[in-house]
């Protein structure tokens, strides 16, 4: 790579790599190398902070979030009268960052103020504050809290269609189909879930595609239609290794595995499980790794592996370690310390209890 020197390099690099990254070139950030802190520095010399929007939309897609963050909350200090619409749209971009990063409550907090602040500036509808409503649907959705998800899913619902923003419809869809599907509103679900993956198709999104797959075969389901849930899983798994989404495929390959489980399908469920926890260890998603542990130590104690099931207790200690992940841990390990005293090992289940206690405390 070349480095570049001038505003009007940088603007031609980011082009191109903003076309790598639209190509699905996994390449982009081994180019962008140590270039960042010269970026910085031109960005900052000449006080660009539109450049700074760009850098940070082209380190979101990269899922450089922590990275996009610190871009983001530069350009919402920009002069917010002169640079209203920029402004709000990093604070935008930077309310969205805390999404990705999963901090929820901190995100809705932040984007409801931005939102306020939004209607007070410029008194009317636009994209952004769409995208805005959008975001905040997201978030309350991630906490739980259906119908403020869908109360403000229907506002932006409402502005892409009247707008023709058709992949923010199935975006839209999507969240109204994964929010009924919670409130075991069943046919509202499924409309909107076959619409959001008619829009996704259209638009060949498999990202969102997979993830519409993954609550489709979630809501067979709950339907009782395991056959076309099966199907609808695997789906999503296709998808999700099209994409190199490995946590979105740990996450599927756990569904399918705890179905088995409650079908005693047992090796079935056993060949799904290692898959995850293979995934979940490789690219360090330990607390997804935690509930996979969780799953594999339910099957190891029907099948009668107590030697594996040591296996499991140990390296579900290992992962203690984190605040994310040691309350789960520490209820695998009693929840391994009963299924020894099920099996007779009196002191096995004693030393998986202790250590369940030692974690505590």
Do not use: P
Not at 8 to 27: F, H, N, P, R, Y
Not at 42 to 51: C, E, G, K, T, W
Not at 222 to 233: N, Q, T
Not at 266 to 282: D, E, F, P, S, V
Request: proline letters at 0%; one cysteine or more.
């Amino acid at each position: 790579m070349i480095t570049v020197r001038t505003v009007q390099e940088l603007e031609q690099e980011l082009t191109k790599l903003e076309m790598l990254v639209e190509d699905g070139s996994d390449a982009v950030l081994q180019l962008i190398g140590d270039q960042l802190t010269t970026w910085e520095s031109i960005v900052r010399l000449h006080a660009d902070y539109s450049l700074a929007l760009r850098i940070g939309k082209l380190l979101d897609k990269l899922r450089q979030y922590w990275l996009a963050l610190s871009w983001f909350h530069w350009v919402a200090q920009a002069d917010a009268v002169e640079q209203a619409a920029l402004v709000l749209t990093g604070l935008r971009m930077k309310g969205r960052m805390y999404i990705k990063v999963g901090m929820y409550n901190e995100a809705l907090s932040f984007l409801v103020a931005v939102e306020q602040q939004w209607q007070n500036t410029f008194h009317s509808e636009d994209r952004n504050l769409a995208i805005l409503w959008q975001n905040i649907a997201l978030v309350y959705e991630h906490l739980e809290s259906y119908d403020a998800a869908l109360e403000y899913a229907g506002r932006a619902l409402k502005w892409f269609e009247a707008f023709g923003e058709e992949h923010d419809v199935a975006l839209m869809e999507m969240l109204f189909g994964i929010c009924y599907k919670a409130q075991r509103r069943f046919d509202e679900a499924y409309e909107h879930l076959t619409r959001a993956r008619g829009g996704f198709e259209k638009h060949k999104d498999y990202l969102h595609l997979a993830r519409t797959w993954h609550n489709y075969a979630e809501l067979m389901r709950d339907l009782g239609r395991m056959e076309e849930a099966i199907a609808a899983w695997r789906m999503s798994l296709e998808m999700k290794k099209r994409i190199h989404d490995f946590s979105g495929q740990a996450t599927t390959l756990h569904s399918i595995a705890n179905y088995l489980i409650s079908e005693s399908d047992w090796y079935a469920a056993l060949n799904y499980i290692t898959q995850a926890i293979a995934i979940c260890h490789q690219y360090r998603l330990q607390e997804k790794e935690v509930l996979c542990l969780d799953s594999w130590a339910q099957i190891l104690f029907a099948l009668g592996r107590y030697d594996d099931l040591e296996v499991c207790a140990s390296r579900a200690t290992f992962l203690a370690g984190s605040e994310d992940t040691q309350h789960k841990v520490v209820a695998l390990l009693q929840k391994i310390a009963d299924n020894f005293e099920q099996a007779g090992l009196a002191e096995l289940a004693e030393q998986y209890s202790q250590n369940a206690v030692q974690l505590i405390g």
